[in-house]
Nanobody
Framework: VQLQASGGGLVQAGDSLRLSCAAS????????IAWFRQPPGKEREFVAG????????SYADSVRGRFTVSTNNAKNTVYLQMNSLKPEDTAVYYC????????????????WGQGTQVTVSS
């Protein structure tokens, strides 16, 4: 599975951004795709994920209600819509894929896209 993440940028607190993760190399409906982020000097943490044949979703408590993960199966793309952004959302955001389950632990993901920087100024 090859993943290509995009959409990061510099925004102000309260603004919105939409990240995209384009996937190739595997039947899209059979994989789980998660978004992780890594703030400066901290470990990579789970943000949100979606996938499997039922398209179930999962969110970290810190983003639930502000972020929405969705898919466009025709484009093999997963989106992360981020609203009401806060300075603490500043991080490098990564998408990752797994064929077995929507894990929330980064080390359980084999496939990773390159990161995209999100910076939220106060």
């Amino acid at each position: 599975v090859q993943l290509q993440a995009s959409g990061g940028g510099l925004v102000q607190a309260g603004d919105s951004l939409r990240l995209s993760c384009a996937a190739s190399g595997r039947t899209f409906s059979s994989i789980f795709i998660a978004w992780f982020r890594q703030p400066p000097g901290k470990e990579r943490e789970f943000v949100a994920g979606i996938g499997g044949s039922f398209g179930g979703t999962s969110y970290a408590d810190s983003v639930r209600g502000r972020f929405t993960v969705s898919t466009n199966n025709a484009k093999n793309t997963v989106y992360l819509q981020m609203n009401s952004l806060k300075p603490e959302d500043t991080a490098v955001y990564y998408c990752a894929a797994n064929s077995a389950y929507l894990y929330t632990t980064a080390r359980l993901y084999r496939y990773w896209g390159q990161g995209t920087q999100v910076t939220v100024s106060s």
